[in-house]
Nanobody, 125 residues
Framework: QVQLVESGGGLVQAGGSLRLSCAASGSILSINTMGWYRQAPGKQRELVASITSGGSTNYLDSVKGRFTISRDNAKYTVYLQMNSLKPEDTAVYYC???????????????????WGQGTQVTVSS
């Protein structure tokens, strides 16, 4: 019923920038928190940044000052602007939507933890 589609990953040199986008689709009425997670090979998935519908943000310490999360509530889209990228930022980045209110078969439903398919970000040294 609800799908998240990410775009914007790729290969970049250290010090470069990338912008990730994630659009949620379906009969959505609202999304509470949207965020970006990442998972590097052999490591656990970690929260990179999140943003509430009211605009409150939260960042992983290692990306503060380099990454900026933003969202367009009308388009149910979240963005991650990544600047001054480092090789240790290399990972698969996943979009997440939490507490999604939507309509299904004429009924209002709220579900948590929708995930995108992931997009690879590779930073070369």
């Amino acid at each position: 019923q609800v799908q998240l589609v990410e775009s914007g990953g790729g290969l970049v040199q250290a010090g470069g920038s990338l912008r990730l986008s994630c659009a949620a689709s379906g009969s959505i009425l609202s999304i509470n928190t949207m965020g970006w997670y990442r998972q590097a090979p052999g490591k656990q998935r970690e929260l990179v940044a999140s943003i509430t519908s009211g605009g409150s943000t939260n960042y992983l310490d290692s990306v503060k000052g380099r990454f900026t999360i933003s969202r367009d509530n009308a388009k149910y889209t979240v963005y991650l602007q990544m600047n001054s990228l480092k090789p240790e930022d290399t990972a698969v980045y996943y979009c997440n939507a939490d507490s999604v209110l939507y309509i299904s078969s004429g009924l209002y439903k709220r579900d948590n933890d929708y995930w995108g398919q992931g997009t690879q970000v590779t930073v070369s040294s």
